[in-house]
């Protein structure tokens, strides 16, 4: 790439993103408007120079990838939206932080226009952007050939003191070293100010030498408000390196021109009145007016939107001349693309039988993931290192790995993550966030609490990622406590969009699997037994699609048993126990609450009808079950180590202990009149 060239318009464009940043925040009286005075020359010179897109298609597959990981600075990103021709007006930018606008307190995928992933919690879109950068190493690997490079985006990342403060950034950038991403340019705004003050209070570390110890390449540069060359050089550099992720430091001072210029004062809040007319003074702009863009920065703009179409059709018409000549190929890239799943995948799922031998529904897991995968190239994942008891590696798997370390290629689809969580569920939602790809991560469902910040964003952003969280509850036995999740059900249960499966066998398995599968824009965890469960009479894939069922029917009953998991064996025990003692009981399996509540209202009154009482049997915390039931049975503390069979004594979730459970909940209604459903509500959210 040839050396950088100054351009009349290009201090008037650094002037305009300014002031249009200093009035969006202005006219909200809310927001942040120091990073964005102060990384407003790196994100024009990026934009003007470097980034590859078409404002007119914000979706094109080929597209260069931008995350503005410190999302408190959108008004950054917005300003730069708009002047580049996005579907995004200065009313829109008028309107910033207001309800109903296209321009909310920080960016969100989906909502606004150009924006690749949802940021604002710290440290999270540094992560997404490893996972972007990872899914183009792994379709070009897949897909290109020699003739036609198809797939060569970049993926680049503005990041802040903040971000890197943020133990997911840490957890993301040791694996980018790893993973050798050449793809990858992280600019970090060095700009020593945070909300208590000076980094010096907090943040001391040496970031360029604990970037060089990830494997990282470390560029830096010394005057980020004005030298508009140095910056230039810097990503062009950062781009010709191949084998290494590239941090850039870049020293600025947080918001200047304005009077406050580097300290916390211009963080977070709008500059007062004397201030904005000083800075647009300085600027050359009116001191009186706002929402001012010259021309010439529209006409200078508007140069990228014609780059970024002209790259786009040339993409097409190689993709046309690709398909020509690689067919199957071509034909398995565009439905990956367009995202939609192979004619007949399911028909790949495993059905049970009562007979079927007992099995854990890890194994079952596995088995489905087995079965699945040859039909569904799409399907990329991987365990935060605990492949030998998530049981998630398919067999003759290719594990992603930089090609040199001879442990994988690129195109594999098996990602060892390593101790890693909270990184995993972000880099999982970049995967996601590219397209072509359905992530799927694993754990023990305990340590999906340590990536609970990724999790909330999955469920925000409608990122398809699949959790596989394996040791689901006190059956874990011998570890103990602490590792076994009593508080974690409830927790994923309550996040909005965010479907939590619990199945009782393979069966049950099957359908969280299809369900997972074919929801394009909700995450799913799955919640899967260290112990073995039995194939249960009664069940079927098609009726567990629906999230809840009658597993085992009685009419005018007594008692209904709602149940999930492991623990519905048990429920099928004490109704059989208590039948035997002329009290009738049904059982209902509820796999799935959010899918549950999705059918109609007849079909759920069929299932948790009127009449008899209801009680819930599960091994965890009991908060959330008086939605479904009128009493309930669980854990009310922590779980304890043992045998798990010893610990499930322990805390009487037995079929003996709940046939006695059941009778005194049966005796405690009786003669107390019909009772209602517990759906039965004068308020439905």
């Given amino acids: 790439m040839s050396s950088f060239t100054l351009n ?404 594999g689809t098996y990602i060892r993550y390593g101790v890693r969580e909270h990184a995993m569920g972000a880099i999982a939602n970049g995967l996601h966030a590219y397209g072509g790809i359905i992530p799927f991560v694993a754990t023990f469902l305990n340590f999906v609490s340590y990536a609970s910040g990724a999790v909330r964003l999955s469920a925000l952003s409608g990122h398809q990622v699949i959790w596989v969280a394996t040791h689901d509850s006190i059956g874990l036995g011998e570890d103990g406590p602490t590792h076994q999740p009593v508080e974690t059900a409830i927790a994923l249960r309550a996040t909005p969009n965010l479907n939590f499966w619990r199945p009782a066998d393979g069966n049950e398995t099957s359908a969280a699997y299809y369900v997972a599968m074919t929801s394009k824009h909700t995450p799913s965890v799955l919640s899967l037994s260290r112990q073995n469960l039995p194939n249960l009479e009664g069940s079927t894939i098609q009726t567990a699609l629906r999230g809840g069922y009658v597993l085992h029917e009685e009419a005018d009953e007594d008692l209904t048993i709602v149940s999930t998991g492991s623990e519905v064996s048990i429920a099928l025990e004490a109704a059989g126990k208590l039948k035997a003692e002329g009290i009738k009981t049904r059982v209902v399996s509820l796999p799935s609450w959010f899918t549950f509540d999705q059918q109609d209202e007849a079909y759920k009154l069929s299932v948790l009808r009127d009449g008899a009482p209801v009680l819930s049997l599960e091994a965890s915390s009991t908060a959330g079950w008086a939605k479904y039931s009128h009493e309930q049975f669980g854990l009310a503390a922590w779980g304890a180590s043992g045998p798990y069979q010893k610990v499930y004594e322990k805390f009487g979730i037995t079929g003996s202990n709940i046939a006695t459970v059941g009778k005194k909940v049966v005796e405690f209604y009786k003669g107390k009149g019909p009772l209602a459903s517990p759906l039965r509500k004068a308020i439905h959210l």
């Fill in 8 to 411: 009349p318009a290009d201090d008037l464009s650094i002037a305009t993103i300014r002031t249009l940043a200093v009035d969006v925040v202005g006219k909200a009286n809310s927001g942040h408007p120091g990073a964005p005075l102060g990384m407003a020359p790196v994100a024009h010179v990026l934009f003007s120079r470097f980034l590859n897109a078409n404002p007119k298609n914000s979706k094109w597959f080929n597209r260069d990838r931008f995350v503005l990981s410190n999302g408190h600075a959108c008004a950054l990103q917005y300003v730069l939206l708009h002047l580049l021709g996005y579907k995004l007006s200065l009313d829109d930018l008028k309107a910033f932080r207001q309800l109903g606008s296209k321009t909310p307190g920080h960016p969100e995928t989906g909502h606004t226009d150009g924006i690749e992933v949802t940021t604002g919690p710290l440290g999270q879109g540094f992560a997404n952007g490893v996972g972007l950068a990872i899914a183009q190493a792994h379709l070009a690997a897949v897909y290109n050939r020699e003739d036609f490079n198809l797939i060569n985006n970049f993926t680049y990342v503005f990041t802040g003191d903040g971000c890197l403060m943020e133990g997911v950034a840490s957890e993301a950038a040791s694996l980018a070293g790893h993973l050798q991403l050449g793809n990858l340019i992280v600019v970090y705004d060095d700009n020593h100010i945070s909300i208590d003050g000076d980094t010096a209070v907090a943040f001391t570390e040496n970031v360029e030498q604990r970037f060089l110890s990830y494997g990282w390449q470390v560029l830096h540069v010394n005057d980020g408000d004005s030298d508009l060359s140095a910056i230039y050089n810097a990503i062009a550099e950062a781009r010709k390196e191949s084998t290494k992720p590239t941090i850039i430091r870049l020293k600025t001072t947080i918001g200047y021109g304005s009077k406050q210029q580097g300290t916390h004062g211009v963080h977070g809040a709008p500059l007062k009145a004397d201030d904005v007319a000083a800075l647009k003074t300085k600027f050359n702009f009116a001191p009186d007016q706002t929402f001012q863009v010259p021309q010439a920065t529209y006409e200078f703009y508007s140069e990228f939107g014609k780059r970024g179409a002209e790259l786009e059709a040339k993409w097409n018409a190689d993709l046309v001349a690709y398909g020509q000549k690689y067919p199957t190929e071509h034909a398995e890239l565009t439905r990956r693309i367009a995202g939609e799943l192979p004619t007949n995948w399911e028909k790949s799922l495993p059905v049970y039988k009562p007979s079927d031998p007992a099995v854990a529904s890890r194994k079952l897991s596995e088995i489905v993931l087995t079965a699945i995968a040859p039909a569904l190239p799409e399907l990329m994942g991987g365990s935060a290192d605990l492949t030998g008891s998530n049981l998630t590696k398919v067999k003759g798997s290719v594990d992603f790995q930089p090609p040199s370390t001879h442990l994988g290629t690129y195109a």
